[in-house]
């Protein structure tokens, strides 16, 4: 099931590969996101996930097919699409509650409502800033949001 590289832990968020074709893609991909980024060489704290199960599922179904015990409130898939210029992207599917109910907070992702996914394509070295920053709740949807372009392509909360 999850494949990882180095030193992850099993509360670290998934990239799931939701294409079926080019493996070649799939293994840039994973070399892109698991490449240090910035001076000072962070990494993306994350697992891999390539099953085909997961083929073909976008937005919620994905999410509902996450396991009960998912470790986290959002989840990266790498679908094969690329931007207008032709750049590979992942896609962030984020379902943390926003509620003050308690309830809310132990559900499974199989039971997300469909209107608190939200969702935001983005470049694959941006997994490390996003899953560090939302982990922590340094950043949230809202900043992410506000730093999308016009080309609705995430590249960063500097960007």
Known sequence: MPQNTGDVSAHDPWVVRTFNDRPELWVSLKDRISAPVGSFGFLANVQFVDDPKYYGLSDIDLVHALPADYPGG??????????????????????????????DYERPPSAVPADDLQSVRHLPHVVQELENNLSIANIDMEDVNNSIPDDGIYRGVDQ
């Open 74 to 103: 959002f989840v990266f898939a790498a679908t094969g699409e690329t931007s207008p210029e032709d750049e590979d992207t992942i896609t962030l599917h984020y379902f943390f509650p926003n509620s003050t109910d308690v309830a």
